[in-house]
């Protein structure tokens, strides 16, 4: 049972429950709060044992030791003050609040009316004070151990040129696992055994980039729904990772996976939303921020403060003007830095985060704190750079250090695959790191975190198979999730016996792969794209926990060779820095090589010409990188050199005879890639200089040079080239 006997002062920091050994430290922030009470609970979270009056507040923190106090107790708070909606005030101690900085929440939450701090009758009144007890069914947060034995455990610190990230759930990426125990699937414990890694490591990746894990609620009306939120982008707990995906129910099982990934040299990443909480808009429940105190929490209407202002669609967005909402946030990415040694964060709809007043700064308080702090900014910064607010579309606008989300990447290479016209010029520029969005800025190709699908929309799969989004699963009539996918079904909506279009499925799959491993800028896959993974159509699968949005690993035998193409890519990706290039392309001579460093080319050989680039109708093309021109150095300072490649893109149906750039001295060109013929590689043919390629419609070819003296590298296997075996 926990109870406390004595009652000391405490200190105002840390914030949140501390236990130093001896005993725990309780220190919460309310600048408008009027009395604050620290509830004790039983082992089992049902009752209150006890209700310990917080007196000492220093600098807006209350805080209060218990010398009683041990790691396992349970508690809440209770904070007092005016319910004055109109004002931005909401306090109601009849609400049991979550500490902002526990570092465990447990127990799920029990929906109820007794979560709204105003009464819910037939007509919706916020206005309203409702005297319901919601503790019975609120999580309780936990007093934690931080000790954990982390042996020499060291970041992987991938160079971000290295990088290849892979998104994943971690509780979807293992629930059919049938190689992981089944106690262990969708469980942090589930994603460092060793069959998950062991796939990890051979497919190839350096980064998995976890969606949310700080804890979140499912919307209650999800719930009604029998749904859930699956994603988990209705963050509660910035401090305490997300207890469903915990086998053993501890917090240290999260850093026991962090250490296995990164025995395995494998980076962790984390999407943060800090932009918004689970609390939703006015008419949102009272769990933690709201009731603690509302007015410093979140950015309120300048013309009435009853409602908030919502640049997030999510209802609220945490008002990063206020100094301890900053402090928040800092505090957070800290601890998952230093107490749980995740390598870096990708920030959901960042744009928010900049915002002073009512514009997107971007030299705001945010990234001047984080660009001045030693711990953060030696890690991975990742903005999706937009918000849902007027001028939140920020694209290539963060600051030095960070890297971007670039839809505009994702746009164009699946608008070129589907065939739409007058995209050359855009694809070049995407295929070459975006130089047009980040070079103005002194920022480099890797700034662009490159990506054909993600999460959020369709998968790989259904990106060929669907012309039109099917979330009728959703509830919502098929009216949420995006309308504007750029997908083509290649000639039958959803799945197909028919084998002409199943092959050019596959076809279109191994073009947009291809396109995104060898672009310049960090590729991020999406977990399961690599074996053909299907969400039935369905675009936004946030509330689908269940087979929808799971992985189905069943797939993985059928798909086998789509898997084996993406490893051999990054393979080859890894092996070949023309593909991984730290600074951007010159299009002239440079180190004295005898080509330029980049030619696009033309089906006839030529170099394509500035009017040429305007011709709508140009769905073929070239590009020609000149290894021996390659304006880099290597962590040693020599100058980087590697292969000439020539990579050949044919969008449209018809095959082109595509004429290979001339090749100087006794050299050959040597296929290493055919989008069309995935086999080709078992024997790759070799052709001369001027020859012409046979290019097949839809299709990406890749070709190098090599010496024609030497006869048996043309027998190379694709797997001695790219240092890979067959098997998968």
């Given at each position: 049972?926990?109870?406390?006997a ?5 200190r105002?920091?840390?914030?949140g429950?501390t236990w ?9 922030f309310s ?13 089992d ?11 000492e ?9 218990l010398p009683?106090a041990?790691p ?18 909401r306090?109601?101690?009849?609400k049991l ?5 526990a570092?465990?929440i447990v ?8 979560m ?5 009758g ?33 970041a ?14 971690v509780?979807?990426?293992?629930m ?27 497919l190839?990746?350096t980064t998995v ?8 609620v ?5 719930v009604?729904r ?11 707990g ?7 995906y915990?086998?053993s129910?501890?917090?240290n ?10 025995s ?22 009272t ?19 009853r409602?908030y ?5 999510c209802?609220?967005?945490?008002d ?14 800290r ?37 001045q ?11 999706e ?5 007027e ?22 290479m699946?608008a ?7 995209l ?42 669907y ?6 699963a959703?509830?919502?009539?098929n ?13 039958a ?5 028919e084998?002409?279009?199943r ?42 926990d ?22 051999r ?9 023309a ?6 392309f010159?299009?002239?001579r440079?180190n004295g ?8 080319l ?8 500035e ?24 962590d040693r ?16 149906h ?11 001295g006794?050299?050959?060109?040597l296929?290493m890639?055919?989008?069309?013929d995935p ?7 070799a ?13 990406l ?21 790219t ?6």
């Open positions: 049972m926990s109870t406390a004595a009652i000391w002062p405490g105002s920091y840390p914030l429950a130093n050994g001896e005993g725990v430290n309780f220190a919460l600048e408008h709060a009027e009395r604050v009470e620290l509830c004790l609970f039983s082992a979270g049902r009752r209150e044992t006890q209700r310990i009056a917080v007196r507040h220093t600098d807006h923190v209350w805080h209060c030791y009683e041990r396992g107790w349970l508690y809440g708070y209770r904070v007092h003050g005016p319910y004055k909606p109109e004002e931005g005030h306090f109601n101690a009849h609040l979550l500490d902002p900085y570092r465990a127990g799920g939450l029990r929906w109820s009316d007794a709204f701090g105003y009464t819910i037939n007509r919706r009144d916020d206005l309203s004070f409702d005297r319901r007890d919601s503790a019975r069914g609120m999580p309780k947060c936990k007093v934690t151990e931080p000790a954990f034995t982390w042996d020499d455990d060291r992987p610190c991938v160079p971000w040129h290295d990088m290849v990230i892979y998104e994943l759930n509780r979807g990426y293992t059919l696992n049938s190689r992981v125990p089944e106690a262990l699937r969708g469980t942090y414990a589930g994603l460092a055994t060793a069959p998950v890694i062991d796939y990890l490591k051979r190839g990746v980039e976890l969606l949310p894990v700080h804890t979140f499912d919307d209650r009306y999800l009604e029998g749904l859930r939120n699956y994603w988990g982008y209705n963050t509660l910035y401090f305490a990772p997300e207890a469903r915990s086998a129910g501890k917090v099982e999260f850093k026991t996976m962090v250490r296995t990934l990164h395995a040299g494998i980076e962790v990443i984390l999407d943060v939303v800090y932009n918004h909480t689970a609390e939703g808009n006015q008419m949102g429940p769990l933690s921020f709201r009731g603690i105190d509302n007015k410093s929490y979140y950015r309120q209407a300048d013309d009435n403060p409602y202002k919502d640049y997030t669609g209802g609220n967005t945490l990063m003007q206020h100094p301890r909402v900053l402090q928040l946030i800092m505090d957070s990415l601890y998952w830095v230093c107490e749980m040694h995740v390598d870096g964060f990708r920030f959901d709809l960042a744009a928010a985060l900049a915002r002073e007043l009512h514009a997107v700064d971007r030299l705001g308080a945010f990234f001047d704190i984080i660009r702090d030693p711990v953060l900014n030696r890690v991975k910064l990742i903005a750079p937009w918000d849902l607010g001028g939140g579309y920020q694209v290539g606008n963060f600051p030095l250090g960070w890297a971007e989300w670039n839809d505009r990447y994702r746009d164009t699946r070129y695959w589907k065939g739409d016209e007058g050359i010029g855009e694809f070049a520029r995407r295929l070459t790191g975006s130089s047009d969005l980040y070079g103005r800025s002194g920022r480099r190709p890797f700034a662009s975190i490159n990506f054909i699908t993600a999460h959020d929309g369709f998968t790989l799969h259904d990106l060929v198979s012309n039109d989004k099917h979330n009728e959703n509830g919502e009539q009216r949420d999730g995006h309308n504007h996918n750029l997908s083509w079904n290649c000639g909506e959803g799945p197909s016996d084998p002409r279009i092959e050019l499925r596959n076809q279109q799959k191994r073009n947009l792969l291809a396109t995104l491993l060898l672009s310049q800028g960090v590729p991020m896959l999406l977990a399961g794209d690599e074996i053909g993974n299907s969400q039935a159509g369905n675009n936004n699968a946030y509330c689908q269940n087979a929808v949005g799971w992985i189905d690993w069943s797939l993985e035998e059928e798909n086998r060779e789509l898997a084996q193409f993406v490893r890519l990054i393979a080859l990706r890894r092996r070949h820095p593909f991984r290039r730290r600074d951007f010159q299009g002239r440079v090589g005898a080509l330029k460093d980049i030619v696009w033309k089906p006839d050989g030529t170099e394509m010409s009017q040429e680039w305007q011709q709508n109708f140009t769905r073929c093309l070239g590009v020609l990188l000149a290894g021996d021109a390659a304006d880099q150095i290597d300072g020599r100058p980087v050199i590697d292969r000439t490649f020539v990579v050949l893109f044919n969008a449209h018809d095959d082109i005879d595509f004429t290979l750039p001339a090749c100087a006794a050299r050959q060109w296929q890639v055919d989008t069309a086999h080709s590689a078992e024997n790759p043919p052709f001369g200089g001027n020859a012409h390629y046979p290019l097949r419609g839809r299709s070819a890749l070709l190098t040079q090599v010496r024609s003296d030497r006869p048996s590298e043309y027998g190379l296997r694709m797997r001695r080239i240092g890979v075996d067959d098997e998968i």
